[in-house]
T-cell receptor
Framework: DQQVKQNSPSLSVQEGRISILNCDYT??????FLWYKKYPAEGPTFLIS?????DKNEDGRFTVFLNKSAKHLSLHIVPSQPGDSAVYFC????????????FGTGTRLKVLA | NAGVTQTPKFQVLKTGQSMTLQCAQD?????MSWYRQDPGMGLRLIHY???????DQGEVPNGYNVSRSTTEDFPLRLLSAAPSQTSVYFC????????????FGPGTRLTVL
């Protein structure tokens, strides 16, 4: 049973517009969430995180929103740039410090110039 | 500062052969982990270690062994390779702190015939 789901395998967005990537989870014990970006033939790189005590976290063009009641988080990229084209993974942990993360299946974002 | 390094980049094995995937980090991180990435499956945790001499199982540990004799190195051993172990393997290390981010290596693509 997939505890962390990214239901959209791919997404195409025009350069300059907003990209919204979604992630749903089923385990109510998850309280720490991260987004990673992955380019082909490279390892994932950390993008942004959010703790369950918050509902929003911003870092430059990237904002993560957490809706605990819906068990849903989303990553907003504004404005989208061609260099953002990559696979994005969300990950969840039941407790910070356990270092055990459950990853979603990823969403491939393509930003069109 | 090389970060997380993995060798080899590519490997082809025959069923039943054994091999060791190497992982090293030079960031003095206590926590290290191994993931495998399969199409449509995201990243799944194989084994992890919270320090030298301490290892534990992740989601999919069967068929793999690990040891952690030093802080820097965390090798993954396949004792008898099977076609189901064809995958891309990522090693990661974690800096404890606010974000609990993981730093990933570039990956090893393993094919078992």
């Amino acid at each position: 049973d997939q505890q962390v789901k990214q239901n959209s395998p791919s997404l195409s967005v025009q350069e300059g517009r907003i990209s919204i990537l979604n992630c749903d989870y089923t385990n109510s014990m998850f309280d720490y969430f991260l987004w990673y970006k992955k380019y082909p033939a490279e390892g994932p790189t950390f993008l942004i995180s959010i703790s369950s005590i918050k509902d929003k976290n911003e870092d430059g063009r990237f904002t993560v929103f957490l809706n605990k009641s819906a068990k849903h988080l989303s990553l907003h990229i504004v404005p989208s740039q061609p260099g953002d084209s990559a696979v994005y993974f969300c990950a969840a942990s039941a407790r910070r410090g356990t270092y055990k993360y459950i990853f979603g299946t990823g969403t491939r974002l393509k930003v069109l110039a | 500062n090389a970060g997380v390094t993995q060798t080899p980049k590519f490997q082809v094995l025959k069923t039943g052969q054994s091999m060791t995937l190497q992982c090293a980090q030079d960031m003095n991180h206590e926590y290290m982990s191994w993931y495998r990435q399969d199409p449509g499956m995201g990243l799944r945790l194989i084994h992890y270690s919270v320090g030298a001499g301490i290892t534990d199982q992740g989601e999919v540990p069967n068929g793999y062994n690990v040891s952690r004799s030093t802080t820097e190195d965390f090798p993954l051993r396949l004792l008898s390779a099977a076609p189901s172990q064809t995958s891309v393997y990522f090693c990661a290390s974690t800096q404890a702190g606010y974000t609990d981010t993981q730093y990933f290596g570039p990956g090893t693509r393993l094919t078992v015939l």
